[in-house]
């Protein structure tokens, strides 16, 4: 039944949903060249971490509408010893940012200005992620983990047919930027795929970052960079905000399932209190076979839940009190457990925006070396390209992340998400995430590295991955590549992948008072499973990207 599903989820012939098998180490990216990147590293003696930092900047020069310097994101690193910390890089709301920045006099929002131009930007993390994470645990020198990059940058690569697809499908709002025209759009004549893209600058701007570290990004002169286009656009993001964003060390946020442990990211992003409090809800439940409608019924009422509450209560825990202990309780599990209708969807449609999570436009890597040591990371500009502007002369976008504010009560974001209070706009919080980067531990040793991007779908993409494996044992690459559902409470719909499900099940489903959307994919998770008894690496691209696992 499953192999009838995947077949007609692609037509592919079942081989192909066959995992990578490796002895020793893993990469999995979205993007084939920073995948290699990442072995690259690891054959040349790297750890886990020195190949998710090799990875992390190649992205931001092969897969520009994610990949960045310019952006956020969160890494979790579990050591083979069992040491594990998460690493919280997410953007910021620059000191002069104020909860009312994106309405104007009437208090109607402004629209697209939280989303299109250097207002939209937080104040980058990634650089200091990245830094954070290599002085921690790094193995190679700072400067072999971006020579890849570097490489790939200066003398540039093959356009990929889905690189060039990207770049036209966000020509207009590219178009608009001329640093951006210049270098994405090469002027009006975009890249056509085989054709070489060299970055100049970038590579410049990497070298700079690989002599210096992150202070020639938060100090030096890709900082002066970055406030000279800002004051040009007339942003708010000042040398001050730069000079005082840290990467923050945090616990990550742990979870049980039917035996097994659960790392994953505690605010200021969702993912890690959605994922867990779904699992507590579902975990001493029937979840009948994969995809049926009995249990797409189940887990879609516990998505409900779990987004309602997301949008209650979640926001960066350093500026508001989230009650993360009580959402991530079993007992508080029992009790929405209780609530989920016996038969019927608790129909009470409301007025909402369809999200638009078509494109993947953040980007998931996952990484295991020889010795057992673990990443899993997920970084993003937020929509592509972020806010579509390039630094001046440093060759990288800004992230559009603001967005991910409560920019107003009661109005939806560019993924249809409801949000409150606790998630307003103040200096210097973060924004609430749904990055749900995360890594299953059974007796001790790593089982499965995993995560997504798609925006409000992060949360449900990681649970159904991770319940095909945990709980219909799936191997890695059917569990990536199963079809995928989403709730995520308002707008009250089952957005469901198009062709992944049977008629009978969309016919009871919508008998059962679900009201469907259908989507043509929904994320892209980029996972590794570990065999518990032979220690073989087993990578899965999922089928949604372009993207690699490769290994040795
Ligand atoms: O942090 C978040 O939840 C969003 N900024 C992620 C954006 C994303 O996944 C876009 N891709 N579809």
Redesign the pocket.
């Known amino acids: 039944m499953v192999l009838g599903l995947l077949l007609s989820a692609s037509g592919l012939p079942a081989a192909a949903f066959r995992p990578v098998a490796a002895r020793h180490a893993m990469v999995v990216s979205s993007e084939p060249y920073a995948c290699e990147a990442g072995l690259e590293i690891l054959r040349a003696g790297g750890n886990a971490v020195d190949a998710a930092v090799a990875v992390g900047f190649a992205l931001a020069v092969t897969l520009p509408e994610?990949g960045n310097i310019g952006g956020g994101g969160f890494m979790v690193i579990r050591l083979a010893g069992g040491e594990c910390l998460v690493v919280d890089y997410r953007e910021e709301a620059p000191a002069a940012a104020s909860r009312g920045m994106y309405l104007d006099a009437e208090g109607t929002l402004i629209p697209g200005a939280s989303r299109e131009g250097v207002l939209a930007a937080g104040v980058p993390g990634t650089v200091a992620g990245l830094a954070l994470a290599h002085r921690k645990y790094g193995k190679l020198p700072w400067r072999r983990a971006l020579a890849p990059a570097i490489r790939l940058a200066a003398r540039g690569f093959p356009v990929s047919f889905e690189l060039s697809q990207s770049l036209l499908a966000d020509r207009d709002s590219l178009g608009k930027f001329p640093e951006s025209r210049r270098i994405f759009l090469r002027d009006g004549r975009p890249y056509e795929p085989g054709e070489i893209f060299r970055q100049p600058e970038l590579a410049k701007t990497l070298r700079q970052i690989a002599r210096d570290g992150p202070a020639a990004f938060y100090q030096g002169r890709i900082a002066q960079a970055i406030v000279a286009t800002i004051e040009k656009h007339h942003g708010l993001i000042q040398l001050s905000d730069l000079r005082q964003y840290q990467a923050k060390v945090r616990e990550p946020l742990r979870g049980s399932f039917r035996g097994y442990d659960i790392l994953t990211v505690p605010p200021p992003?969702s993912g890690g209190v959605g994922l867990i409090e779904m699992l507590n809800v579902l975990e001493p439940l029937d979840l009948a076979a994969p995809n049926s409608y009995e249990s797409i019924r189940v887990i879609a009422e516990t998505m409900r839940h779990a987004y309602a509450d997301r949008a209650a209560y979640l926001g960066d825990a350093d500026f508001a009190p989230v009650p993360v202990r009580g959402l991530t309780s079993k007992e508080y599990a029992a009790e929405l457990r209780s609530e989920i209708p016996k038969t019927k969807a608790e129909v009470a449609v409301r007025a909402g925006r369809p999200a638009d999570?078509e494109?993947?436009?953040?980007t998931h890597f996952s990484v295991v070396d020889a010795e057992g040591n673990a990443v899993a990371n997920t970084y993003?500009l937020?929509?592509s390209y972020g806010c579509y502007v390039a630094v001046e002369g440093a060759g990288f976008l800004l992230n559009d992340?603001m967005d991910?504010f409560t920019a107003k009560l009661g109005e939806p974001n560019m993924?249809g998400l409801i949000q409150g209070e606790a998630n307003a706009i103040e200096p210097h919080k973060r924004?609430l995430?749904?990055?749900t980067p995360a890594i299953v531990v059974q007796g001790g040793k790593v089982r499965l590295v995993l995560g997504s991007?798609?925006?409000?779908t992060?949360i449900n993409t990681v649970l159904q991955v991770l319940l095909n494996v945990l709980v219909y044992h799936m191997d890695v690459r059917q569990a990536v590549t199963a079809p995928r559902f989403h709730h995520q409470w308002m707008p009250d719909q089952l957005v469901m992948e198009r062709w992944g499900f049977s008629a009978d099940t969309l016919h009871k489903l919508e008998g059962a008072g679900y009201q469907l959307e259908m989507r043509d994919r929904m994320g892209a998770c980029e996972a590794i499973e570990i065999d518990p008894t032979t220690g073989w690496r087993f990578g899965a691209a999922d089928p949604r990207a372009a993207g690699k696992a490769a290994g040795y």
């Not at 494109?359 to 953040?362: G, I, V």
């Not at 991007?453 to 409000?456: L, S």
């Open positions: 994610a992003s999570f494109a993947p436009e953040t993003t937020n929509g992340e991910d993924f924004p995430s749904s990055m991007p798609g925006g409000g992060i």
